[in-house]
């Protein structure tokens, strides 16, 4: 008889001027994954540590806990502290990781990761407010600054602050699927997947007193996915020309009305793909895709697989 899986090892490195608040998400998301993960924090040499308020975080572990992660998270620290060189004893912390582990920054630990060589040729985000300093500094990086996080395989990017909680869900999605994911998000009381990218939260002029916007018609929307939804159907509802609803929604959302559509369809098939046995053609249908043929481009456009192999990932995982 087959023995409980190990639960995955987590580890939280905490580095000079770390945020309280990103460095404590890790251990809240996936201490909430009924068991799946087990979260340690640590510091390069294994003392407290100064955060960017006012007092000091002492943690158990030193960097030799590095070596033994499946899953190693670099928390944010104030740009303050964000380094123009790496530390030694930070590339020392960061050379205790094995080749096979998985590594995660938080909003500015980007800079870390990047300085230390490792986002080389990958495509990764981090706070748009300092996006034009980190492409400075690293041009041989692919920065995306307009998306909450980034998944690039072994490596994975976030943005400011909260987009921390979206990279963490995204983790306990991809390893155990939607339905642990949304779970987690339930019991911390947090939205399971945040349409749109951190576009939507870059400071621009203040709209005009009483404008409406489109939270209403996407919520409209989610309801209808099955049906052919058009720009004039949506900006209907909206009460607005095509012109000003796709503008709003843009600036809103980050995304085209259009790829909403198309993200949102594919959020949805994604979860009747892992939660049910319909065929693939029936849940094309459900989500408004005009064929299975139409899903299966869609869902290799987003995550590189087929729904037949998506579902026996995620089947088997149930």
Request: hydrophobic share 45%.
């Amino acid at each position: 008889m087959r023995g409980t899986p190990s639960p995955e090892r987590v580890v939280v490195l905490a580095l000079d001027g770390v945020y309280p608040f990103e460095l404590g998400i890790p251990s809240r998301i996936f201490g909430a994954a009924d068991g799946h993960y087990e979260v340690f924090t640590c510091t390069v040499d294994g003392r407290p540590v100064r955060t960017h308020a006012d007092f000091t975080v002492g943690v158990a572990h030193g960097p030799e806990i590095l070596e033994t992660a499946d899953t190693v998270v670099v928390a944010s620290m104030a740009p303050a502290h964000i380094p123009t060189e790496l530390p030694v004893e930070v590339a020392a912390a960061l050379d205790r990781i094995r080749p096979d582990a998985r590594i995660v920054s938080i909003c500015t630990a980007a800079f870390v990761l990047a300085e230390a060589g490792l986002l080389d040729g990958r495509r990764a985000t981090t706070h748009w407010q300092v996006a034009d300093l980190f492409r400075r500094r690293y041009p041989r990086v692919d920065l995306d600054p307009d998306v909450l996080f980034v998944d690039d395989g072994r490596i994975l990017t976030s943005a400011g602050a909260a987009s921390g909680v979206d990279i963490c869900l995204h983790i306990v999605r991809t390893d155990h699927g939607s339905e642990l994911a949304n779970a987690v998000a339930r019991r911390c009381v947090v939205p399971p997947f945040r349409d749109g990218g951190q576009a939507q939260y870059i400071e621009q002029p203040v709209p005009e007193s009483g404008a409406a916007g489109t939270a209403a018609t996407r919520a409209w929307a989610l309801e209808r996915l099955d049906e052919p939804l058009t720009l004039a159907d949506l900006a209907g509802h909206a009460r607005m020309s095509l012109r000003t609803f796709a503008r709003r929604f843009g600036d809103e959302v980050g995304l085209s009305p259009g790829r909403w559509l198309i993200q949102q369809r594919v959020a949805r098939a994604r979860h009747l793909l892992e939660a049910s046995d319909l065929p693939v053609d029936r849940i094309a249908a459900e989500v408004g895709f005009a064929t299975g043929a139409s899903l299966r481009q869609h869902l290799h456009a987003a995550i590189g697989v087929s729904p037949q192999a998506y579902r026996r990932t995620f089947q088997r995982a149930r």
